[in-house]
């Protein structure tokens, strides 16, 4: 039954998407600034939202050479991340300093739905078709008020062409690229636009050897998107399709990580990973009478299937199925007094997750959660001082069922609130001061790793920051925040003596705070810079571990630059640096540290003609020997995931119209 009503709402909407009549869509006046979304998920002016953002363009994303999205955060936003441990070429982003829990203290948003899995497998971005991307937007700081359970760290808001407020021109494009270890990338776009329809259709076919023996990957991804804008409304419909093949070269020891960073364990040759994910979901924007409104959903399949190795050399086979479905409509109305202007976002949102698995050595397991949340934001701006006065608060209701559970099913009621205030100094910078409460739900495969009679709670985020934003006229950008956050219950993974073995448990209380930084100067016409500092310190301040630094918090710094040579040539390069850190599931602090590096990228992009261009890239061309992840598994035993030595990487690019 609830299928059915879950199949006849996104029936409803793809019908209300394409036969509505309303009153003509409010465009957004960005010409003081850049305009955003995350901040309130509808435009708005960059320099008028009280917390610290930072803006990833197409254009960017476009010179910087990523092939994923993913790199293209971790790159361009300065986002600490380390290589996923199953394989591909993805990368686990780590926005709020919250090591092997991160995903669950992070939201991916795209296009106005949250992507997040109701257990701990990973919310891979390594699928979404570059070409597609508008832009990324990175929300540092609790942001569970509009988008609820797990924005403990921030979020990640990726808005793609499916949303976009204008009709697509006919138009190809077609990139390929091949490089060190085997890699090589082909992706194309399609784009066609007729009167108010816009056709969308991009394919991804990429596949590399790997770094490491037993690290090859192949992925296909294909998206196709059908858009309708008039007057009156937006509305856009997609369906996606992602394969992956990957093969998992495991950890290595302290003894072969000197002999061979390539190399792997012997046990491990047999591991292998397979992530098969379709998905539907569409899009709605309207204005009725003056009220802005949006609706959002997205239906997804999943197949999982791996070969594991224990570290006795057994091995294990599972299969996972899981759906989700995912529902957001919200609304924006603005009123002008004679004081100043009040505007209200008020929404309500569902999720719904479920999930069944069996393996060779844990047999069946089955679990699923969903939650009804509502919420509201309202800002007013202030006529004489242009104050903005912001107050949010949410409330969501959680139902979670699992195997593991002792009574087999569990109910949570959770809030999240904002309280900020932003002052203009001038037309191109403001102040800003804020403070939220954020929240974040043990998953049903943490609820199932845990300690004999450790029974986990959900965590809470009290966050407290103060910050500068900057933006002139001819381009120069210059973000700043100093932030407190403490967190009490959070959900934390490592080994326990008790139980012998790693588990989750909830630290009793713990506190972040440092400062980010992130800003882009234009020093020359042809010459640009541009840089981000994330300096964090992060400790646990209760309990068995008081004092203790919290394990995979990194402070990080990277330097960019681009120089123009000519009309046709352009280089750039970007320089990373990460400081010594805490192994993974240390939170004694009683062993070595994993060491600091820094690496250094450059690219050199020629248009060959208009619609030509080529490009050739190296990556940690110092050839820095590094890893970035390392784990204890028992408190004295230390496993080792090695990062890429130097690679090549050339590409073409055709375009078109």
Known sequence: MQTRIKIQAFTYFLLLAFGLNAQTIDKTDNSLGTIVITGSKHPENSLQVPSFITIITEKEIRESGALTVDEAISRIGGIPSRPSLYGGNELNLDLGGF???????????????????????????????????????????????????????????????????????????????????????????????IKNFSLIFSGTNRQSDGYRHNSASKERDGKFTLKHQNKFFLSSVYLETTDLNARTPGALN?????????????????????????????????????????????HQDRLIRYVSTFSSGSSSFARAKSTIDVFD????????????????????????????????????????????????????????????????????????????????????????????????IN???????????????????????????????????????????????????FDLRYYISDVSNEISYAYQPSAGYFANFNLPQTQRNGINVFGEFILLKDLTIGGAVNIRRAIVTAGNYNGKTSPLNPNTLSLSSKYRINLKQSIGGQWN??????????????????????????????????NIDYSLSIKNLMNTNYYSYAVTSDATTVSYYPDPRRSFMASARFMFD
């Open 99 to 193: 090591a092997e829990l991160a995903a669950s203290n992070q939201i991916i948003i795209i296009d106005g739905i949250q992507y997040k899995q109701g257990d701990s497998s990973e919310n891979r971005l390594s699928y979404i078709p570059l070409d597609q991307v508008e832009r990324i937007e990175i929300q540092r700081g609790a942001s569970s008020v509009l988008y609820g359970n797990g924005a403990v760290g921030g979020v990640i808001n990726i808005i793609t062409k499916t949303t976009s407020l204008y009709t697509e021109k006919p138009l190809a494009n077609l990139y390929t690229s091949y490089g060190s270890f085997g890699t090589s990338d082909t992706r194309g776009t399609v784009t066609y636009g």
């Open 254 to 298: 302290a003894a072969r990580l000197s002999e061979n960073p390539r190399s792997i364990n012997p046990i491990y040759k047999n591991d292998y990973w397979n992530n098969a994910v379709n998905q539907v979901g569409g899009y709605l924007e309207t204005d009725i009478y003056g009220t802005v409104i949006q609706l959002n959903a997205r």
């Open 329 to 424: 409509l919200n609304a924006k109305n603005v009123i002008n007094t004679s004081f100043g202007k009040n505007t209200l976002i008020a929404g309500t949102s569902q999720n719904f997750w479920s999930m069944t698995s069996t393996s060779t050595t844990l047999g069946p397991n089955s679990g699923a959660s969903k939650s009804n949340a509502i919420y509201a934001q309202n800002d007013f701006k202030f006529s004489e001082s242009d104050t903005l006065l912001r107050l949010g608060y949410r409330s969501e209701n959680f139902t979670q069922s699992s195997l593991y559970l002792a009574i087999k099913s569990e109910i949570f009621n959770l809030h999240a609130s904002e309280i900020a205030i932003m002052q203009p």
């Open 427 to 477: 037309k191109f910078n403001s102040l800003y001061i804020r403070r939220a409460k954020s929240y974040s739900l043990p998953n049903t495969d943490a609820i199932g790793n845990t300690a004999a009679s450790i029974r986990l709670v959900p965590q809470t985020g009290f966050d407290r920051e103060i910050g500068w934003k900057f933006n002139s006229a001819l381009g120069t950008k």
């Open 577 to 610: 640096y990460f400081s010594s850190q805490i192994i993974g599931g240390d939170y004694a602090n009683s062993l070595q540290r994993i060491p600091n590096y820094n690496t250094l990228d450059l690219r050199y992009s020629y248009n060959y003609a208009k």
